[in-house]
C-alpha cells in the first residue's frame, strides 16, 4: 500500500502562482511514475503532468510552459510549481502513484486538494 498526502492548494488571483507538494508513504519503492491530475465541475479527472523515477517528465498541452513538476526522491515528494494560472486551472487537483508488482499496475490516489482562480 501506498499513502498520499497533498498540500499547497488554495485561492488565487489570475496570473498568480501556487505550488503543490505531495509526500508519498509505505511501499514507495515499487513506485516507478508519480504524477498530478485534476477535476473540474462537471468535468472528466484529467492528467497534468507527471514523472518517473529517473526524472522524466510529461505535461498536458494546457499547462506546458507555466506548471513544472518536481521530484525529491530522497523524502519521497513531487512538486508542482503552478505559474501564471488562469481561472480554467480551477479544480481538485489529485496526487497519483503509480505502482508495478509482478507486472501488475496500481494506482494509488491522494484526497485531492482545491485550487481556485478567481479575481
Known amino acids: 500500500q501506498v499513502q498520499l498526502v497533498e498540500s499547497g492548494g488554495g485561492l488565487v488571483q489570475p496570473g498568480g502562482s501556487l505550488r503543490l507538494s505531495c509526500t508519498a508513504s509505505g511501499r514507495t519503492f515499487n513506485i516507478y511514475v508519480m504524477g498530478w491530475y485534476r477535476q473540474a465541475p462537471g468535468k472528466q479527472r484529467e492528467l497534468v503532468a507527471t514523472?518517473?523515477?529517473?526524472?522524466?517528465?510529461n505535461y498536458a498541452d494546457s499547462v506546458k510552459g507555466r506548471f513544472t513538476i518536481s521530484r525529491d526522491n530522497t523524502k519521497n515528494t513531487i512538486y508542482l510549481q503552478m505559474n501564471i494560472l488562469k481561472p480554467e486551472d480551477t479544480a481538485v487537483y489529485y496526487c497519483?502513484?503509480?505502482?508495478?508488482?509482478?507486472?501488475?499496475?496500481?494506482?494509488?490516489w491522494g484526497q485531492g486538494t482545491q485550487v481556485t482562480v478567481s479575481s
Open positions: 497519483n502513484a503509480r505502482t508495478i508488482l509482478i507486472g501488475i499496475p496500481t494506482d494509488y
Open positions: 514523472t518517473t523515477e529517473s526524472g522524466t517528465t
